[in-house]
């Protein structure tokens, strides 16, 4: 019993990291979704981002989602984001005219996102996992990346 215990234990660790240590540069110039079925990526308590190929309709991001509305955000350099609201039952993409930001604190480990200078999420990493996003291409791989727990928390970075 044990050393099924053990065995199962250290599985987890290979698979889950938690309390991530992150870094700027980490985030910097990459590509992230959530879903937002009813507005859950600027409501809910706890979000998870996946990491993506940095295309505006990455291939399987709606299989992934199961067909539900989803956000993608693009961190680049100097604390500019795009942000884009998708919609699968409409067909729509749309992004706010207006000017999007984001900042990483790597003291607090807090990631905030901002919508013309208003903060449109505030967020603690919890955990970080490996994932699949399922081609929907013959002869195309599926992309391993990356899952991120988020904890929502205020501007000041607690909860």
Known sequence: MKTILLLLLTLNCFTSKGQVGFNKKYFENTAWASKNSDSLFFKAD?????????????????????????????????????????YEHERVTITLIGT??????????????????????????????????????????????????LKRVNETGSK
């Open 46 to 86: 706890t979000i998870t981002i996946i990491k993506t190929t940095g295309r505006l309709n990455s291939p399987g991001m709606k299989e992934y989602f199961k067909n539900s509305n989803f956000v993608t955000f693009n961190p680049g350099k100097a604390g500019r984001m795009k942000f884009f609201m998708h």
């Open 100 to 149: 999007y930001k984001w900042n990483f604190d790597k003291a607090s480990q807090v990631l905030n996102l901002f919508y013309n200078d208003v903060s449109i999420g505030c967020f603690v990493a919890i955990s970080e996992t490996a994932t699949v996003i399922p081609s929907v291409s013959i002869g195309v791989p599926d992309l391993k990346t990356t899952a991120v727990l």
